[in-house]
């Protein structure tokens, strides 16, 4: 098809989201677990996990918007380029 992305490309994201995914759970569970006598999740100990997950959620989502905006910007800059080259003089 036409679609800039492919398949390895998807995969490669999506590893990458994974490994991602995997580094920020173990490091809130080290930040946040602390008694490992009993099996119950301490109070503390969830809301310090849910919080520590919530901050990094809201971190990537504002990076993912910059880059966004990023992107535009770069893309209309390329566009106006093309439309000043595009003219016939």
Do not use: W
Request: glycine letters at 6%; a negative charge; charged letters at 25%.
């Amino acid at each position: 098809g036409c679609s800039s992305t492919t398949d390895s490309d998807t995969d490669n994201m999506f590893k990458d989201f994974l490994g991602t995914y995997n580094k920020l759970t173990e490091s809130c569970f080290m930040d946040c677990v602390k008694d490992f006598t009993s099996r119950e999740v301490k109070q503390e100990e969830g809301s310090c996990a849910e919080s520590c997950l919530q901050k990094y959620l809201k971190m990537t989502q504002r990076i993912s918007m910059r880059f966004q905006e990023y992107h535009i910007q770069q893309n209309e800059a390329l566009a106006a380029k093309a439309g000043l080259l595009g003219q016939p003089r």
